[in-house]
Nanobody, 121 residues
Framework: QVQLVESGGGLVQAGGSLRLSCAAS????????MGWFRQGPGKERDFVASIRYDGDSTRYHSTVKGRFTISRDNVQNTMYLQMNSLKPEDTAVYYCAAGSTALVAGAYGSWGQGTQVTVSS
């Protein structure tokens, strides 16, 4: 069974940076497509970025493209989300998910517990 644990969230000022990590266990990570989603207060869980199992293909939501970078280390069984030029509207709980590169949450089979990112203006 896949276990996913996010870390790296926190409070940052607008314009700042954070790097989120998602550590996976219980699975052959190098064969697993992965994604990041986020859910703001009172909002649905929205796609942020995804990455193919080999890291050779990535996808981004238009609101984060050019500011966020998704990557993975298949030796360390960890996925990352480097977030630069953060904006207050990026404030949300960020979740990592396993099993797809799709833009819809329903395509993913496993989820982490989430990590809070708060961007102050």
């Amino acid at each position: 069974q896949v276990q996913l644990v996010e870390s790296g969230g926190g409070l940052v000022q607008a314009g700042g940076s954070l790097r989120l990590s998602c550590a996976a266990s219980g699975v052959t990570f190098s064969r697993l497509n992965m994604g990041w989603f986020r859910q703001g207060p009172g909002k649905e869980r929205d796609f942020v970025a995804s990455i193919r199992y080999d890291g050779d293909s990535t996808r981004y939501h238009s609101t984060v493209k050019g500011r966020f970078t998704i990557s993975r280390d298949n030796v360390q069984n960890t996925m990352y989300l480097q977030m630069n030029s953060l904006k207050p509207e990026d404030t949300a709980v960020y979740y990592c998910a396993a099993g797809s590169t799709a833009l819809v949450a329903g395509a993913y089979g496993s989820w982490g517990q989430g990590t809070q990112v708060t961007v102050s203006s």
